[in-house]
């Protein structure tokens, strides 16, 4: 039996990970911020910890609550969008910073806190969710600037992570889910079971040879 880590899972993309895996057999451990996003999760079948993505104490807490315990895969779901609207004068160094320090430093150091558990397990899947919205050579409209710089970098992390974790058999893919009905969008788009459907297919086929790819929820690669 496979097991994963998803964090940022009390809804949406994520809540709906969990469901899906455990649907398919996996046990999941999946984090939430607070006790009743906890409570969601130990409901829809997952084991929860409590995760805030930010705060480097509490991701050590949740690799000393993970210590020995191997995980075959890890899927750093949570992020933020920001103010999408802001014209590039109204962007503040604040809010680059609140938003790259959730979808950039925090999922970087939460997979770097649970290398030891992904070393130790069977897949060795270092996931973490992309965007459209990171390609440069897609990019045809204006504003989202902390978002998609933010989502951009994290590609760029991400090809080195690759690089870097190679040698130990550790898998570094990027995820796109698509433009999904959540709070982010507005509840516009696709069927949030849609696409997560198609990405947890897309996770079920990686191995070794698709690290430091970036691949959409109808398994095609991202241009960026």
């Known amino acids: 039996m496979s097991t994963i ?33 906890a409570a969601v999760l130990a409901a829809e079948g997952a084991l929860p ?5 930010t705060d480097d104490a509490s991701i050590a807490a949740l690799a000393q609550e993970l210590a020995g315990r191997p995980l075959d895969a890890v899927i750093a779901n949570a992020g933020i969008s920001g103010d999408l609207s802001l014209p590039l004068g109204a ?17 970087l150091r ?32 204006s504003t989202q600037y902390a978002y998609r710089a933010s989502k951009t970098a994290l590609n760029a ?29 507005g509840h516009q788009g696709m069927e949030v079971a849609d696409s997560v459907a198609g990405m947890r297919a897309v996770v ?6 698709d690290s430091g790819r970036v691949i959409g929820y109808d398994g095609l690669d991202v241009p960026w």
């Open 91 to 107: 962007v503040s160094g604040a809010e680059l910073a609140r938003v790259f320090d959730t979808n950039l430093f925090g999922v």
């Open 204 to 209: 079920e086929g990686l191995d070794l040879s």
């Open 5 to 37: 880590l998803i964090a940022g899972a009390s809804r949406g993309i994520g809540r709906e990970f969990v469901r899906q895996f455990v649907a398919a057999g996996w046990t999941v451990h999946a984090t939430a911020r607070d006790g009743t996003g």
């Open 49 to 53: 910890h409590r995760l805030d993505i």
């Open 157 to 185: 992390a991400w090809r080195s992570l690759a690089t870097e974790w190679r040698p130990e058999g550790i898998a570094c893919v990027l995820l796109r889910p698509g433009f999904v009905k959540t709070d982010m969008t």
């Open 110 to 141: 939460l997979v770097a806190a649970l290398k030891p558990n992904l070393r130790a397990g069977e897949r060795k899947l270092a996931l973490a969710m992309s965007s459209l919205m990171s390609s440069i050579s897609s990019n045809d409209w």
